[in-house]
C-alpha cells in the first residue's frame, strides 16, 4: 500500500447532532454556517494585520498547497475537540439531550460540520450536501455507540460498531468519487485506526478516568495526518501550486494542530477546574492538566528541533502564561475582582517578555507584532472562561472562536522560521 496512505485517517470523532435533531442542510440558528475556502486564491499573503511576519505568496509557507493543509488541520481539530467535548458534556449530564450545556455544545459541533461540508463545496460545488449528510451520519453511530456504552447494552454497541464498519465502505466510496486519486478502499481501511482511538476517548469518558483528554489529545493528533492525504489529493487534482509535503507545509500544520491542542485542553482543564468547584486535586482535573502540559511539551520540542537552545526557555514561558490564565479563571469563579485585575495585568506584560523572547529565537519576527499578536488570544480564551464560569450554553462556540485564532498564529510563526531558516520546501 502507498505510505501516505498507510498513515490515513479521517476524522470519525464527532457525537450527537443526530440525536439533536439537527438540519441535514445547514447550520443550527444562529451558528454561523461559512468556511474559508480550502484553496486560498492567488493573491492569498498572511493577514496584512501581522504585516511584520507577511510573508510573499511565493513562501512555500504560504503557497496554496501549504495554507490547504493548515486550513483542513485546522477544521478536523475543532471537529474532534467538539464531538469529544460535546460527547463529555452530554455524559456529564447524563444523556439529558435537552440540556443547554449539552445543546450548546452540539449547536457548535455542527456548526464545524457544516463549515467542513461548506470548505469541500468550495472546490467541489455538488459534493457539499452529501459530504455533510454523510458526515452527520456517522455522528449518528458515535451517538449509538456512546449511549450503549452508558446504558451498559451490549446489543447497542454491536450494532453501532457494525454500522461504523459499513460506513467506512461508503466513506470511502464518497472521497473516491471526488477525489479520484484516493482510493476508497485505501480510505475505508485507514478509517479503521481512527476509530478505535475515539472509541477508547468515548470509553474513557463513559467510565469517568482521568486520562480521557489524553486520550481525546491522541484521536485529534490523527487530524494533522488526515488533512494532509486530503490536502494531497486535493492539491493534485486541483493542479495548486506548492508542495502539501514539505517541510514549510509541515511546520505550518504541525503548529497548527498543536496551538489549536492548546486551545482546547486549556479550555477543557479549566472549565474542568470550574466544574469541580477549583479543587485542583480531583482527578479530573489532574488529568486535564497533565494533558494539557504534555501539549506544552510538545510545543517546546517541535520550536526545540529547529533551535535547541529555546527549548528550555519556551517551555518555562509558555507554562508561566497558562498560570496566568488559571489564576484569572479562579478569580472569576470566586468572583475576586483583585485577582481577575492581577491576572490580567500579569498577561499583558507576558505578552511582551513572550515577544521578547521569540524575538531572540526568530529575528525576523518583531518582538511588539509578537506581543500584539497575542492579543486576540488572550481575549477570546477570556471570553471562554467567562462562559465557562457563568455556565452560558455558548462556551463551546466561544472556545471554537479561540481556537481558530491559532492558525493565524502557526501561519506568522512558520513564515518567521522559514525566512530565519531559509526552508525551500
Not at 468550495?122 to 449528510?133: H, I
Not at 479563571?329 to 485577582?339: I, S, V
Not at 472562536?401 to 501561519?411: C, E, F, N, Q, S
Amino acid at each position: 500500500m502507498n505510505k501516505r496512505f498507510a498513515r490515513f485517517s479521517i476524522s470519525a470523532a464527532a457525537v450527537l447532532v443526530l440525536a439533536a435533531g439537527c438540519s441535514s442542510t445547514g447550520a443550527p440558528a444562529g451558528m454561523p454556517s461559512q468556511a474559508p475556502s480550502v484553496v486560498p486564491s492567488a493573491s492569498v499573503t498572511h493577514s496584512p494585520t501581522h504585516s511584520a511576519a507577511a510573508m510573499p505568496v511565493s513562501a512555500p509557507d504560504a503557497s496554496e498547497a501549504a495554507a490547504l493543509r493548515a486550513t483542513l488541520t485546522s477544521l478536523l481539530s475543532d471537529h474532534v475537540w467538539l464531538a469529544g467535548n460535546a460527547l463529555d458534556t452530554a455524559v456529564q449530564n447524563k444523556g439529558d439531550l435537552k440540556d443547554p450545556q449539552v445543546v450548546g455544545a452540539v449547536k457548535a459541533l455542527d456548526a464545524n460540520s457544516v463549515a467542513l461540508a461548506k470548505a469541500i463545496g468550495s472546490v467541489y460545488p455538488e459534493a457539499e450536501k452529501p459530504f455533510l449528510a454523510s458526515w452527520r451520519q456517522h455522528i449518528g453511530f458515535f451517538v449509538n455507540y456512546t449511549l450503549g456504552k452508558a446504558t451498559k447494552d451490549d446489543k447497542q454497541v454491536a450494532k453501532a460498531k457494525a454500522d461504523l464498519n459499513k460506513y467506512r465502505t461508503s466513506f470511502g466510496q464518497l472521497i473516491n468519487s471526488v477525489i479520484p486519486e484516493l482510493p476508497a478502499d485505501a480510505v475505508g481501511e485507514e478509517l479503521i485506526p481512527h476509530v478505535n482511538s475515539l472509541f477508547a476517548a468515548i470509553d474513557a469518558s463513559v467510565a469517568g478516568k482521568p486520562d480521557y483528554q489524553a486520550k481525546l489529545t491522541m484521536a485529534a493528533d490523527h487530524m494533522v495526518m488526515t488533512a494532509e492525504i486530503l490536502a494531497g489529493g486535493i492539491a493534485k487534482n486541483k493542479g495548486l501550486e506548492g508542495d502539501v509535503d514539505g517541510m514549510a507545509s509541515t511546520v505550518r500544520a504541525t503548529l497548527t494542530s498543536q496551538l489549536s491542542d492548546h486551545v482546547w485542553l486549556a479550555g477543557n482543564a479549566l472549565d474542568t477546574a470550574v466544574r469541580m468547584k477549583g479543587d485542583l486535586k480531583d482527578p479530573q482535573v489532574v488529568g486535564a492538566v497533565k494533558a494539557l502540559d504534555a501539549n506544552s511539551v510538545a510545543l517546546a520540542k517541535t520550536l526545540g528541533s529547529v533551535y535547541p537552545d529555546a527549548e528550555k526557555p519556551f517551555l518555562a514561558s509558555w507554562r508561566q502564561h497558562i498560570g496566568f490564565f488559571v489564576n484569572y479563571t479562579l478569580g472569576k469563579a470566586t468572583k475576586d475582582d483583585k485577582q481577575v485585575a492581577k491576572a490580567k495585568a500579569d498577561l499583558n506584560k507576558y505578552r511582551t517578555s513572550f515577544g521578547e523572547l521569540i524575538n531572540s529565537v526568530i529575528p525576523e519576527l518583531p518582538a511588539d507584532a509578537v506581543a500584539e499578536e497575542l492579543i486576540p488570544h488572550v481575549d477570546t480564551l477570556f471570553a471562554a472562561i467567562d462562559a465557562s464560569v457563568a455556565g452560558k450554553p455558548d462556551y463551546q462556540a466561544k472556545l471554537t472562536k479561540a481556537a481558530d485564532h491559532m492558525p493565524m498564529t502557526a501561519a506568522i510563526l512558520t513564515s518567521g522560521i522559514v525566512a530565519n531558516k531559509k526552508i525551500d520546501s
